[in-house]
């Protein structure tokens, strides 16, 4: 199903596409929405959006490759929506023909496949599990302390894993979810296929073989039994007796012998009938696949499982209704009664007249014009044919009459009538599916917004605004301000994410091809013409406003490759404009932003995407020429604890140290710093701060990143006013949160340079940033001081109305944003407020310190009008500078995201492969050879700035036998000071005063700060004016030197004839 150009040229898939297909198993009939969604790891929101709208997913894996990290994103995904997975173990012909495996060598590579598919599975399962069990833990722990104290010493360690059957979720041939197949030789099978053909001819009951055709069971042919323990008594498993040796054979005599008796017997054994035209092709794979084909059609095989083991959308479970109405955030519960009782809709799937129409969009995609029904040519009727005919006559006629002026007007106004038509020549879709009701053609339907929601709204006397494209247009701007958000302005409540609109088209997905139907009934997979104009990304399509906007979907690769756009011709701007809009809408995981200095900042999933994007934006939608900067490399600032270690690795001490550390440059003259806490004062000097900067433990940090959603919720509680958050947040969340702020505790208190806080860790915490939500900390180290915790929204702290504290946490999300040494968000810092002084000013002018305690009202600090502003902003800034100073007196370092891939290599290729890592500043984690094969598989981390050509690079070395795909995998400190040189006597004797030897860290930190125009500390020519007179000096020093030597050996020559003679004389 790969229609575009890219993919058929890259032969990998990049937009999924969907097809219905019609398949009848006997009596019964089926119609199946299959969408082919792509593998490389680059487009995995297209999985995303694709398993949104599915009800079960067929996983393919190579026998070969086995399981890489694309299987696991996919399972994961899979499960994450609550869809069932079925398995396709492909390319089985690699076994015997590539890796020539013996039938029973390949049975267990398969065991082991499969094993391995299993633990990614039940790794998934026992996480989720594990999580609920502690959550419900937490609950019972609670409710025994108010209980008998006796029963809390006792311990349940058991993990609720024991209890829960989890037998249905594995893949295993036996329960009929896995087929085992070659689609290039066009064969596949599930056991069931071989257990009904072997019941029958060795009169064993098939159930008793589809029980043990698979796993350690061997035939003892005497006492016409099947026993267990084939492996233990070196027999032949069932698996390779009836099926793989039959298998083997077929391709010995066909590909590898091309013995046309055994092919003939065959053949006839199995009763096929071969075209001639196949069995005399000079290709034998040819011959091949005729013949497997016909033995064991690969389509049956599949469509059977995915019919017998996938839902129908009828079977659709409560749970996942949910969880697709719903975040896991919010409660169910907390929805309006009308939207409760629209899950029952979802259960029923009616496509009744009555039933509410529902449906969602995932995506919207692009397909020429020309593709679609309507626009497709058909046989003029003979009066067109003549309408036609006069028109043009009629047009000839005035172009004769019309003056050579007029005539260059008219082709100009036809040219861009001509480009406005191109322009118009995609076309944009809805990906969408039905759960509940018909779709129909003329039908009137609400299209929700992903920010709406029915609680916001008044249900019983909406409004709305009508189908309005023109209001609606700003969905497709993109700017500064709204990239990605929905642009839909003025109102207050939710209507302005509601739109009404007329369903002009709807169309049935037929691969590259599309059919135009009148209506769609509910459980169906579609696309809907005309909706480009109100929706930006994805939305809920619904005839109720009591619908919710269905839950975002969850995307595994984040947006992190980045680079500058710009139209070659200034002329262009408006069409690139117009491209960047149309672009963000086609893709799910695009982002798209307008920078100040007028450049397209995108931002995309990896190289192959960008690729992908940029001739998008080339061909179909901007259709212009661009200037595309290098890759722009996020990077994050950190702070580290004192370093013990030199570069040399020697013991940092007082007398080896020969200078002072090096004064950081970015602190300016009289900046320095006592200690390490810093003081700060408002420009009215009505408040006197105190920061100080310390490195978070690595714990807290990891455990922040990861709880970005549970911030985010926690934000709202905090943002709602009066406490809303136990109404807004579900019981399963607020046991989340609580659950944060234990490990919190623990991180914290683990660490001892943290023990000052220990009597109140969690009350102290004021905000995270950047955003509320990042990995850094502001913490109140005030003694007295007792509001503005940010646990206030879930917990009903006090809030005091006049809180400074609201002013120092901006200034603190600001100072996290950009950090001083590139201008990158900072990562795992905590700044401490050690103390804020407000003086009682009047005018201004400081009278004495007073600091806030707990019951203190602040003082309401007056200043001079106008001179500085308002004090809160003043506070702000005042913060923000504080907390840059603070972080600038630690020892600051840069942090890298790093990649990670996994690489298959031969033994040959693995030498040229490391080199390619080393070169690029990657390591090796992990290195182990494939059992029974000389392939290894190799695990490495790329720093993400270094990684741009990688792939292509490594499969050049490899003459295309490895292409790894790069997985964002964590963010690292780069272990060098960016400020750094030498200052301990070892540096000094070993690096030199000039340090020569290349600082990683200074060049990726001056790369980012000449980018975006900072200054830098960075000399252009050195001893510019001695490398200029270099060459005379040389000269003269050589002339001086030789001139000595010269004098030397006369001197010596003459003493030589000299001495003797004067001797001689005397
Ligand atoms: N030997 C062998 N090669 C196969 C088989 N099936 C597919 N291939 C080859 O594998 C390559 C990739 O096939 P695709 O069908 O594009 O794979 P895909 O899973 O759709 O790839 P993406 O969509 O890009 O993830 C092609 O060169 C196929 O010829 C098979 O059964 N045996
Ligand atoms: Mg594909």
Redesign the pocket.
């Known amino acids: 199903m790969?229609c575009r150009e890219d993919e058929q040229l890259r032969?990998?898939?990049m937009k999924s596409s969907a097809i219905a297909l019609h398949y009848t198993n006997g009596e019964e009939e089926f119609l199946i929405n299959l969408i082919?969604?792509?593998?490389?790891v680059d487009f995995s929101s297209e999985v995303s959006t694709a398993v949104r709208l599915c009800d079960g997913a067929i996983v393919?894996v190579d026998a070969v490759e086995g399981v890489c990290p694309q299987t696991h994103t996919v399972l994961q995904q899979a499960w994450l929506e609550g869809i069932k997975p079925c398995l396709v173990i492909?390319?089985?012909?690699?076994l015997i023909?590539?890796l020539q495996y013996t039938p029973t060598e390949a049975y267990y590579r398969l065991q082991d496949l499969l094993e391995q598919v299993n633990a990614i599975t039940g790794g998934l399962f026992t996480s989720e599990l594990m999580e609920a069990a502690a959550n419900s833990k937490d609950i019972g722990s609670r409710a025994d302390t108010q209980g008998d104290k006796e029963e809390e010493v006792m311990y349940d360690w058991s993990d609720g894993l024991d209890e829960t059957d989890d037998s249905a979720l594995y893949f295993s041939p036996e329960a009929g979810n896995v087929v085992f197949?070659?689609?290039?030789?066009g064969w596949g099978f599930g056991v069931s296929h071989f257990a009904e053909l072997y019941s029958k001819k060795l009169g064993i009951r098939q159930e008793v073989l589809q029980r043990t055709l698979w796993g350690n069971f061997y035939l003892n042919s005497k006492a016409k039994r099947i026993f267990r323990g084939a492996t233990a008594k070196a027999k032949k498993p069932l698996f390779v007796q009836f099926v793989l040796d039959n298998i083997w054979a077929v391709y010995d005599a066909v590909v590898l012998q091309r013995d046309k008796t055994k092919i003939e017997k065959i053949v006839g054994s199995l009763g096929l009938k071969i075209p001639a035209r196949d069995s005399r092709h000079t290709d034998p794979r040819v011959h091949l696949a005729a013949i497997c084909s016909q033995w064991l059609p690969l389509a049956p095989a599949v469509l059977a499982m995915a019919t017998s083991h996938l839902p129908s959308p009828l079977q659709l479970e409560p749970s996942r209704v949910e969880r697709l109405m719903c975040s896991t955030a919010q409660s169910f519960d907390s929805f309006p009664v009308q939207t409760q009782q629209l899950s029952r809709d979802f259960l029923v799937c009616s496509s009744s007249e009555d039933a509410p129409t529902i449906g969602f969009v995932s995506k919207l995609f692009c397909v020429d014009h020309s593709m679609l029904p309507q626009n497709q040519s058909r046989p003029l009727t003979m009066e067109e044919i003549a309408k036609r005919r006069a028109a043009v006559k009629q047009r000839l006629k005035d172009q004769e009459n019309l003056s050579s002026t007029e005539k260059s007007q008219k082709e100009g106004e036809e040219d861009g009538e001509k480009r406005e038509e191109e322009e118009e020549r995609s076309v944009f879709l809805a990906f969408a599916r039905i759960y509940s009701g018909t779709l129909r053609r003329g039908q009137e339907v609400y299209v929700l917004q992903p920010r709406y929601d029915p609680q916001e709204m008044d249900l019983d006397n909406p409004r709305l605004c009508q189908d309005d494209p023109a209001g609606s247009s700003s969905l497709g701007h993109v700017g500064p301000g709204n990239a990605n958000g929905v642009g839909a302005d003025g109102g207050g409540g939710a209507e302005r994410y509601a739109t009404k609109v007329k369903i002009t088209e709807l169309y049935i997905l037929m691969g590259r091809g599309v059919v135009q139907v009148e209506s769609v009934p509910a459980g169906n997979v579609l696309g809907i013409g005309g909706l480009d104009q109100h929706i930006l990304k994805s939305a809920t399509v619904s005839t109720s406003l009591a619908c919710p906007a269905f839950r975002p979907m969850s995307f595994a690769a984040a947006p992190i490759l980045r680079v500058a756009v710009e139209p070659n011709n200034a002329s262009d701007t408006a069409a690139l404009s117009r491209g960047m809009s149309l672009l963000n809408q086609a893709d799910a995981s695009v982002e798209i932003s307008l920078q100040a200095t007028g450049e397209y900042i995108l931002s995309t999933a990896g190289e192959v995407h960008l690729q992908r994007c940029l001739d998008d934006l080339r061909d179909t939608f901007a259709k212009v020429t661009l200037s595309v900067s290098a890759p722009i490399v996020p990077f994050r600032e950190t702070i580290i604890p004192p370093p013990k270690l030199d570069t040399l690795n020697e013991v940092i001490s007082e007398e080896n140290v020969v200078k002072l550390a090096p004064v950081n440059p970015l602190l300016s003259e009289g900046e320095r710093a006592e200690g390490e806490i810093v003081t700060v004062q408002t420009p009215n000097k009505a408040c006197t701060l105190l920061i100080q900067a310390k490195p978070l433990p690595e714990r807290v940090v990891g455990l922040l990143s990861s709880s970005t959603a549970l911030l985010k919720a926690l934000y709202l509680t905090t943002s709602s006013s009066g406490g809303k958050g136990q109404v807004l947040l579900s019981s399963e969340t607020l046991e989340k949160l609580k659950k944060l702020r234990r490990d919190l505790e623990e991180g914290f208190s683990s660490e001892e340079s943290w023990s000052e806080f220990s009597d109140d860790f969690l009350g102290r915490i004021w905000g995270f940033g950047p955003k509320s939500t990042g990995t850094n900390v502001l913490l109140c180290g005030l003694s007295e001081y007792r509001r503005g915790s940010v646990w206030r929204g879930v917990e009903g702290g006090r809030e005091g109305p006049q809180g400074y504290h609201h002013s120092v946490v901006y200034g603190f999300q600001l100072a996290c944003q950009a950090g001083p040494l590139c201008e990158e968000p900072l990562r795992g810092v905590c700044f401490v407020l050690r103390g804020w002084n407000f003086a009682a000013s009047e005018g201004g002018e400081t009278t004495g310190d007073k600091s806030l305690s707990e019951d203190t009202t602040p003082p309401v600090v007056k200043t001079v009008a106008g001179s500085y502003g308002p004090f809160s902003g003043q506070l702000i800034s005042t913060v923000k500078e504080g907390c840059r100073r603070a972080f600038q007196v630690q020892p600051a370092r840069l942090m890298s995201a790093m990649y990670t891939c996994n690489i298959l290599a031969t033994a040959e290729v693995l030498g040229k492969l490391y080199a390619v890592l080393g070169r690029r500043n990657g390591r090796v984690c992990a290195e182990e050879m494939r059992e029974g094969s000389t392939v290894f598989s190799i695990q490495a981390l790329v720093p993400v700035a270094e990684s741009f050509g990688f792939a292509e690079e490594v499969r050049k070395k490899t003459s295309g036998l490895a292409s790894p795909q790069l997985f964002f995998s964590h963010w690292e400190v780069i272990p060098n000071d960016p400020f750094w040189v030498p200052s301990s006597e070892e540096e000094l004797l070993h690096f030199g005063e000039k340090a020569d030897s290349e600082n990683l860290a200074r060049r990726y930190m001056n790369a980012v700060r000449k980018r975006k125009g900072l200054a830098v500390d960075e000399k252009l020519v050195e001893h510019g004016e001695k490398q200029r007179t270099l060459k005379r000096k040389q000269i003269a020093q050589l002339l001086c030197t030789n001139h000595v030597s010269f004098l030397c050996h006369h001197l010596v020559y003459m003493s030589s004839r000299i001495l003797p003679f004067l001797a001689r004389i005397c």
């Open positions: 790969d032969g990998i898939t082919d969604s792509p593998g490389h393919l492909n390319k089985i012909d690699r023909t590539e197949a070659s689609a290039l030789d």
